[in-house]
């Protein structure tokens, strides 16, 4: 492109944006969403009751739906008096499988109707969401249906699921048409405004964005809508790429802006099985907007430790003064969340006495508001034992989950290393930089740990498929989900065993039935 060419490229954008712009301000001020479904009296499910309540802080309560743990490599450290040292260190917070009660949502289906979805993609679509997705809602849970082709439709308010409304909620499925072009922000301007404008509030809100295009004006468009909206309440954007043309790198810049889930639909007879994933990890959220802050705790012993770094870097932390803060919009039960930092330990030239033996070396701190609505804080000491530098250390063995997610969180790393010389055409180079991995996979001590071996049959797989034809087809939409999965430990339905690695119990399960009753149709 010339000069001239990138300039009329760039007033075209900024005019795009502005007339998006203008069109969401002309909305807002015209249209009210307020009528939502209510729930009759004294029915409302924001008052029921939680399964389980927060009992204290202990990490180790095992009545507690929540625990903390954060731990060294190995539970004994010597000093070093010559040099300063970096340990790698794993936060994790773990949530209990609680059946029963659950948390109602309200879903809004952000449907792509472009000229693109004719024929077999629409109506795979339309089956997921009349046969598979509606039967797993209750009738305090509540949805509404949105399209977006040039212009978006909203085609029904949040209507609860009762008998009475499932028919005109499959109506309002079977009567969407593709026709068009792609305009994602027309579509999220209706969902946003569904959420703002509702009456009742569900405690769980989430929109399920899908789309098999191209927009080049929406990340920049949705951004914009979060900020000048100002959502009023907690939600999750999940996105789903549909089919090989849908732009993964978008899709999953979207969902990241509320911490959201990527799925990308290699098989167009798969969205089912994706939409059911989604669905089931929504139906288990138990605490929404956690945020973990982990800071270092200065002490006699070590008044200059730092924290060297926090494993996915800015797209996950935010540092300030020293202290790393990530959030966690949604956080659905019977799941585990790993954090792995690197801390830098200064050196000691002094000899210990015996109530220096034990120290603190850092502190993690996790708040979130629970499914009725209380907030909970918990806190987490990452404690080690303390040997002199002239003493014998004694044998360890080094902790297998922390090397296990260690390996997980380089994965991703060297994921992201080798979609970036792939995107730019060095397909040798990425395969190159994954082989070496893979190595390292087979050589290590914990090489035959359940994670470890998924990742090494994840990475071979991407390997295979980092060749132009196969990248550019469907290796370059897998490759941007595989980097996040492991990183965000979400599951990836196109990886053999992905739906195992990190999904919950009702996720899996939601799978397998979507599964076993396509194999029943057959």
Not at 31 to 55: C, G, I, Q, V, W
Not at 280 to 306: W, Y
Not at 403 to 410: D, F, I, M, P
């Amino acid at each position: 492109m010339n000069l001239a060419e990138i300039q009329r490229a760039q007033e075209s954008y900024q005019n795009s944006v502005r007339i998006q712009e203008e069109e969401t301000k002309r909305k807002t001020n015209v249209l009210k969403y307020n009528d939502d479904d209510l729930f009759p009296e004294p029915m409302a499910a924001s008052e029921r009751k939680p399964d389980a309540k927060t009992e204290g802080s202990d990490p180790s309560n095992p009545n507690d739906p929540i625990s903390l743990s954060f731990k060294l490599r190995y539970s004994s450290l010597q000093v070093n008096s010559a040099s300063e040292t970096v340990e790698p260190a794993l936060f994790t917070l773990k949530t209990k499988n609680v059946t029963g009660d659950r948390a109602f949502i309200d879903l809004v289906c952000v449907l792509d109707t472009s000229f693109s979805m004719n024929g077999e993609k629409l109506r795979l679509l339309q089956d997921t969401l009349q046969f598979y997705l509606l039967p797993l809602l209750c009738e305090n849970d509540r949805i509404s249906i949105v399209s977006f082709s040039n212009l978006a439709k909203r085609y029904t308010p949040l209507l609860r699921v009762t008998k009475d409304k499932i028919a005109t909620i499959s109506q309002a499925i079977r009567s969407l048409a593709a026709k068009g072009g792609t305009d994602i922000t027309s579509g999220m301007t209706e969902a946003i405004k569904i959420f703002n404008d509702r009456r009742h509030r569900n405690p769980v809100s989430s929109v399920f964005l899908l789309s098999d295009g191209i927009d080049p004006v929406a990340l920049a468009g949705v951004k914009s809508l979060l900020e000048t909206q100002k959502p009023k309440d907690n939600f999750t954007i999940n996105t789903f790429g549909y089919g090989s043309d849908h732009d993964p790198s978008l899709m999953s810049s979207l969902a990241t802006l509320t911490d959201g889930k990527f799925y990308s639909i290699e098989t167009l007879s798969t969205v089912n099985e994706n939409f059911v994933h989604a669905i089931g990890g929504l139906l288990t959220v138990m605490g929404q907007d956690a945020t973990i802050n982990i800071q270092p705790v200065k002490s006699e012993i070590f008044p200059n430790i730092q924290i060297k770094k926090a494993f996915g870097g800015s797209d996950l932390w935010n540092v300030s003064d020293g202290a790393y803060t990530t959030r966690i919009s949604q956080l659905s039960s019977g799941c585990s969340r790993n954090y792995v930092l690197e801390l830098t330990i200064p050196k000691f030239t002094k000899e210990l006495n015996d109530e220096q033996r034990e120290v603190v070396l850092a502190k993690a701190t996790v708040t979130m508001i629970s499914s009725n609505g209380e907030v909970m804080n918990k806190e987490c000491d990452l404690k080690v034992n303390l040997i002199n530098e002239d003493e014998e250390l004694p044998q360890q063995q080094a902790d297998k989950d922390l090397l296990s997610n260690y390996y997980r969180v380089r994965a991703a790393e060297i994921l992201l290393e080798a979609r970036k010389l792939a995107d730019e055409g060095d397909y040798e180079g990425g395969r190159k930089i994954l082989t070496n991995f893979t190595e390292e996979l087979r050589n290590s001590t914990v090489k035959d740990e359940f994670l470890v071996k998924e990742l090494l049959e994840d990475i071979l797989a991407i390997i295979e498929e980092m060749h132009p034809e196969q990248y550019v087809f469907f290796g370059k939409h897998r490759l941007y989900q595989q980097a996040e999965c492991h990183l965000k430990e979400r599951s990836n339905l196109n990886s053999k065993k992905g739906v195992n690695m990190y999904s919950n119990e009702m996720e899996r399960e939601f799978v397998e039935m979507a599964r076993s009753n396509k194999r029943s149709e057959v």
